[in-house]
């Protein structure tokens, strides 16, 4: 139940393109999710997060769109960039609890 | 600001040998994260301070891993002895405040394990 799964695996975008990556998760007492961002061989960083009190979350290119029905969010990278080539990973934690993170998609964006 | 520093940033070593990862959070940060990272997976929690005590724990191999942050700032993790599987990441990630506070973990750029 503390699973966080997250699809695809990698995904390939042209420049310019929207890039979507999706998580889902079965544990309703959730109520943290951030995105992280990580380059090869650095650790990763915060993107963006979102309670679950709120659908949808902004901060210039990148979205995240949240389904609390549905117990799924995602992220959306608008007008992808060569620049934002790297590995992304959802996460979900409850109160007090550890960051429980998804596999990782790894976002390829050609020029 | 600086960041998390780690080292050493990679180490091979032989099955059974031991080896040992050291931590610098950020100045400041009274909470320390230590994680291993699999390849083609997700971080996963090994153990988390606050200050020089454990929080959770509940996800290191204790009967070969153990950490220790004596003086409520630099961290240090070992394994003895290594196996294959614990070939992977390992990152350390600080952070102002402990949860429920949703606040940021920084992560160093982690120290890259071999064991052959």
Known sequence: QQQVKQSPQSLIVQKGGISIINCAYENTAFDYFPW??????KGPALLIA??????EKKEGRFTISFNKSAKQFSLHI????????????????????RLT????????VNP | EAGVAQSP????????????FWCNPISGHATLYWYQQILGQGPKLLIQFQNNGVVDDSQLPKDRFS????KGVDSTLKIQ?????DSAVYLCASSL???????????????????L
Not at chain 2, 67 to 70: C, D, N, P, Q, S
Not at chain 2, 81 to 85: F, G, I, N, Q, V
């Open chain 1, 78 to 97: 608008m007008d992808s960039q060569p620049g934002d080539s790297a590995t992304y990973f959802c996460a979900a934690r409850t109160s007090g609890s």
């Open chain 1, 50 to 55: 979102i309670r679950p009190d709120v659908s």
């Open chain 1, 101 to 108: 993170f998804g596999e990782g998609t790894q976002l390829t």
């Open chain 1, 36 to 41: 992280y961002q990580q380059f090869p061989g």
């Open chain 2, 81 to 85: 002895p290594a196996k294959l599987e």
């Open chain 2, 97 to 115: 405040v402990r949860p429920p506070a949703t606040d940021t973990q920084y992560f160093g750029p982690g120290t890259r394990l071999t064991v």
């Open chain 2, 9 to 20: 940033r990679y180490k091979i070593i032989e099955k059974r040998q031991s080896v040992a």
């Open chain 2, 67 to 70: 950490a220790e942050r004596l």
